[in-house]
């Protein structure tokens, strides 16, 4: 099972991104899926999360600004990014639960190998 995120780059402060990771492999059923990031010196910080339901929640002081959603037929989970500010800048690590099909009794921890979003001023 792989995670495959794109979507970063460089944007001016007030723009907007939109990330996407994208899942493949021998998956049974993806439960949870979040996004994570980290600036430099900084510890990984949860961003947002989204059930296999579609319940989501999004860290406090980024709530209306990003959005995360899922596509379940495609695998993949997006967050959409708007009124990107400087602080923003970070490498942004997609997250999934998946349960293989080798195991269907287990949930395993995936990460995406984190794609850059810089924010100029």
């Known amino acids: 099972v792989q995670l495959q995120a794109s979507g970063g780059g460089l944007v001016q402060a007030g723009g907007s991104l939109r990330l996407s990771c994208a899942a493949s492999?021998?998956?049974?059923?993806?439960?949870?899926m979040a996004w994570y990031r980290q600036a430099p010196g900084k510890q990984r910080e949860l961003v947002a999360g989204?059930?296999?339901?579609?319940?989501?929640n999004v860290e406090d002081s980024l709530k209306g600004r990003f959005t995360i959603s899922r596509d379940n037929a495609k695998n993949t989970v997006y967050l959409q990014m708007n009124s990107l500010k400087p602080e923003d800048t970070a490498v942004y690590y997609c997250?999934?639960?998946?349960?293989?099909?080798?195991?269907?009794?287990?949930?395993?921890?995936?990460w995406g190998q984190g794609t850059q979003v810089t924010v100029s001023s």
């Open positions: 492999g021998s998956i049974f059923r993806i439960n949870s």
């Open positions: 989204i059930s296999s339901g579609g319940s989501t």
């Open positions: 997250n999934a639960f998946i349960t293989p099909r080798g195991d269907v009794t287990v949930s395993r921890e995936y």
